[in-house]
């Protein structure tokens, strides 16, 4: 953008939108997150330390945090392949399945609980055939990760569709005349163009996951140590009254997601610089 | 490597793209496939490469059969019209790509990749670009780079789709004049596919020209353009705005190098711009114009005129037009230097657009 010596911009409006932007942003998301913190303060380090870390808390980070990382990446994996189909391949009825990804974003997530926890449930349409091989999903940790799939899909589909429309089909045809195999073609050449926005679908997946309660109380029989989920925890806290204590796991929570945000974000920024690493004056496209 | 299509059709649908194409490339050679959009001369590219399979027909690679061969086995360089550079990769290594993705057993060391891209991007005086990414790269640079790819894995046919359609006209003339000379160098066969007839007529040895999945024509550049074999390579080949208006019956009466056979309504006659004659005063089988406008492009002067309600377009010399000194409205006689006449409107002739 050319930009006047004297200083002013050739886009009005700027000192507006960004003070709206700024006065938003805080009333959403900054004055919460300090009231929260503010109310965790109440507690002593070692009393937040001692909540934060009891066996029933631990246990639930690993529950959270597991089947969301299990979730995310089973996401990743076929949330790839449906968002590449659904960009590459004409097929009858690909309409209606594009907009069968959206569900899980429209759905009440405590519908979608129910309906999943009816479906894998010992006697339901799925659980009749899983439980005498052995596999029990609902009401176990497996449940969670179902749930929480089920309601991240979108978030890779929806990331990726945009980017994978933006390679070239010649692109493929390139490697192959160049005598690269299809996995060499995939690995080589797709995955690469494809993994910076890969990531951000995971990443929102995963963030999404973490946070979910609706979807997943319905399925994951929500016994404490095995099979209950930090937000859960919160939840129970509160209906106790215990509203420090139920603030402290808060704490932890936001200090967990935000250390892997910063991370993943970090993590992205590293592989979209690695693709177009200084090309921001050549043009890009056609 | 010498090419042969055999008998090669194809249809997408009720289209159909190509229909019973023979053709014998010879070893060495620089082939052109020139014909408008829609003739089915990328898709003829595309079967030989490998990226597209013929309904029937056979292609066949220095006498061997390759027609059921995969793209990635048949050691054919490709270059596309939009380049298809890998964007993630610099372009050192979009052009060892070939090299590295080879089986593990007959892959270069590293030391010999190196040398030998480093060696390619000599040959496109484009080393000193080996560390840039391709969106750093100029349009000429990156089709030079993507050229450069192509010949990494020393491809024994070289196969080009429109491969500069997409640069502007200064560094396509320097380009096709460049690949014309690596051509030479190289000794492998050559294919290249534009509807530019000024670039096939330059840079080929042969010309192969095309119209709706039929091949009309296949020689040298100059016998297509002196010896047109249809009404439709005479119209591809020259300026087609100028050559639609010549599409005229009068012509075949009167110019006198024509068959009385021809000499009937049916008959077309073709004349270049630049094979009439314009003078001050009638002279013998000349037609009576008024000139209506009167263009200077470059070294030529172009001279619009009307001759009963048809449009003519000539072209002269400067000297020539300075010496007529021609102006609006003037009444002048045309004479055609040189006329041909095709007696065949069974295949009506319609306006392909020049393509450029």
């Known amino acids: ?286 | 490597m010498s090419i042969e299509i055999r008998a090669i059709g194809k249809r997408f649908g009720s289209f159909v793209a190509l229909e019973d194409i023979n053709l014998h490339i010879p070893s060495g050679e620089l082939v052109a496939l020139l014909g408008p959009s829609g003739c089915g001369k990328t898709t003829l590219l595309r079967i030989i490469a490998g990226m597209e399979s013929a309904d029937h027909g056979q292609v066949l690679f220095g006498g061997e059969e390759a027609t059921h061969l995969p793209a990635r086995d048949r050691k054919v360089g490709f270059v596309f019209q939009h380049y298809a550079l890998f964007r993630h990769m610099s372009v050192f290594e979009n052009v060892a790509f070939g090299l590295r993705v080879k089986p593990r057993r007959v892959r270069p060391t590293e030391a010999e990749i190196r040398r030998r891209v480093m060696e390619l991007l000599d040959l496109v005086q484009l080393d000193w670009l080996a560390d840039r990414y391709p969106s750093q790269l100029s349009g000429g640079q990156r089709q030079r780079i993507a050229l450069a790819r192509a010949l990494a894995v020393e491809p024994r046919v070289l196969l080009l789709d429109e491969p500069f359609g997409a640069l502007d006209t200064r560094v396509r003339k320097e380009l096709r004049r460049w690949l014309r000379r690596l051509h030479d160098e190289m000794h492998i066969s050559s294919v290249f596919v534009t509807h530019d007839q000024e670039e096939a007529l330059e840079v080929a040895d042969r010309v192969v020209v095309m119209n709706r999945g039929r091949i009309e024509q296949i020689g040298s550049p100059d016998e297509v353009y002196s010896a047109p074999a249809s009404p439709f390579v005479y119209q591809f080949l020259g300026n087609v705005n100028v050559f639609h208006s010549r599409v005229h019956g009068a012509w075949a009466e009167i110019g006198r190098e024509s068959p009385a056979a021809y000499a009937s309504a049916e008959a077309m006659a073709f004349v270049r711009p630049h094979d009439i004659d314009i003078e001050r005063q009638p002279v013998v089988g000349s037609l009576e114009a008024r000139v209506q406008d009167v263009h200077l492009i470059g070294p030529l002067v172009r001279v619009e005129l009307a001759h009963a309600t048809e449009l003519i377009e000539v072209e002269l010399t400067r000297e020539r037009a300075a010496l007529l000194s021609l102006v609006r409205g003037q009444q002048v006689w045309l004479k055609p230097r040189q006329v041909r006449v095709f007696a065949l409107p069974e295949t009506t002739l319609e306006d392909e657009g020049s393509g450029i």
Not at chain 1, 49 to 61: F, G, M
Not at chain 1, 161 to 185: H, K
Not at chain 1, 189 to 212: D, K, M, Q, Y
Request: a positive charge; hydrophobic letters at 55%; aromatic letters at 10%.
């Open chain 1, 1 to 286: 953008m050319p930009r006047p010596a004297s200083g002013r911009r050739l886009l009005p409006g700027f000192g507006l939108s960004l003070g709206c932007t700024l006065v938003y942003l805080s009333l959403l998301i900054l004055l919460p997150l300090a009231g929260l913190a503010f109310k965790a303060s109440e507690l002593s380090l070692a009393q937040w330390w001692a909540i934060a870390t009891s066996e029933r808390a631990l246990a639930s980070y690993r529950v959270t945090f597991g089947a969301s990382l299990l979730a995310a990446m089973i996401n990743a994996f076929f949330g790839l392949i449906v968002a590449w189909i659904l960009v590459r391949y004409p097929f009858p009825g690909k309409r209606v399945v594009d907009s069968l990804v959206d569900l899980p974003f429209a759905l009440p997530t405590a519908v979608a609980g129910i309906t999943l926890a009816t479906l894998y449930a010992g006697n339901g349409w799925i659980g009749r055939h899983l439980e005498p091989l052995g596999v029990k999903v609902a009401f176990t940790p497996l449940g969670i990760v179902v749930a929480l799939t089920f309601i991240g899909l979108p978030f890779v589909v929806r990331t990726l569709q945009p980017v994978i429309e933006d390679i070239e089909p010649e692109i493929e045809e390139a490697a192959a005349m160049l005598g690269a195999s299809r996995w060499q073609t995939f690995t080589r050449v797709l995955l690469p163009a494809l993994f910076p926005a890969l990531l951000t679908g995971f990443t929102l997946a995963f963030s999404r996951s973490i946070g979910e309660y609706g979807s997943v109380i319905f399925i994951a029989g929500n016994l404490p140590l095995i099979s209950e989920i930090t937000p859960l925890l919160i939840i129970a806290k509160l209906e106790q009254y215990d509203v420090v204590g139920a603030t402290a796991l808060a704490v932890v929570m936001l200090i967990i997601s935000f250390v892997m945000l910063l991370a993943v974000n970090a993590l992205q920024w590293w592989a979209a610089s690695r693709l177009h690493r200084r090309s921001g004056s050549a043009d890009e496209r056609r």
